[in-house]
T-cell receptor, first 112, second 116 residues
Framework: EAQVTQNPRYLITVTGKKLTVTCSQN?????MSWYRQDPGLGLRQIYY???????DKGDVPEGYKVSRKEKRNFPLILESPSPNQTSLYFC???????????FGPGTRLTVT | AQTVTQSQPEMSVQEAETVTLSCTYD???????LFWYKQPPSRQMILVIR??????QNATENRFSVNFQKAAKSFSLKISDSQLGDTAMYFC?????????????FGKGTRLSVIA
């Protein structure tokens, strides 16, 4: 089954404790992206990747890092989480830039 | 910068009736896609319908159709024969097709409740 998976689905952590949210797709997609969703703001892009080893900032990249060492995986790294990063996070992928994006199930992150 | 505006934060409709959700966007791009995504309580983002800006014909997917007015930069979603399972948050999204990044730019959403 074609899908985008994210782990964990739920995470509660404390300020400053490094964490990684994994994202994996099995569709051999070139383009991957991370979004965060906040009430009243819709979804906003954090980072994106057009291919292996090619990543760049989206609209709200501060406090986040990503890597793309393999085509299927695109982890989101929070080196020192803060409470303003409490949000719902989505990973998405598409076969190339400009194509329909498929979303993972979301990761609910709470930073206390 | 591109922006997407959904002017109706909440709407409700009786089961089996028709409802229209509004969306306007602002862009200087000439080539782009438009989407409607549905987010039910499960939080999964589900693509409902897509529209290529170069196509004049309005997209249709079963009970879902759009009214795309390119000159007015308007992209409304019509849901016919509403069902209880249509209860969800609906997001309008814009995707530019210029060189470089092609992020989805989302509106703030419309919460739709279908009432039995």
């Amino acid at each position: 089954e074609a899908q985008v998976t994210q782990n964990p689905r739920y995470l509660i952590t404390v300020t400053g404790k490094k964490l990684t949210v994994t994202c994996s797709q099995n569709m051999n997609h070139e383009y991957m992206s991370w979004y965060r969703q906040d009430p009243g703001l819709g979804l906003r892009q954090i980072y994106y990747s057009m291919n292996v080893e090619v990543t760049d900032k989206g609209d709200v990249p501060e406090g986040y890092k990503v890597s793309r060492k393999e085509k299927r995986n695109f982890p989101l790294i929070l080196e020192s989480p803060s409470p303003n990063q409490t949000s719902l996070y989505f990973c998405a992928s598409s076969r190339d830039r400009g194509y329909e994006q498929y979303f993972g199930p979301g990761t609910r992150l709470t930073v206390t | 910068a591109q922006t997407v505006t959904q002017s109706q934060p909440e709407m409700s409709v009786q089961e089996a009736e028709t409802v229209t959700l509004s969306c306007t966007y602002d862009t200087s791009e000439s080539n782009y896609y438009l989407f409607w995504y549905k987010q039910p309580p499960s939080r999964q983002m589900i693509l409902v319908i897509r529209q290529e800006a170069y196509k004049q014909q309005n997209a249709t997917e079963n009970r879902f159709s759009v009214n795309f007015q390119k000159a007015a930069k308007s992209f409304s979603l019509k849901i016919s024969d509403s069902q209880l399972g249509d209860t969800a948050m609906y997001f309008c999204a814009f995707m530019p097709l210029g060189a470089g990044n092609t992020p989805l730019v989302f509106g703030k959403g419309t919460r739709l409740s279908v009432i039995a």
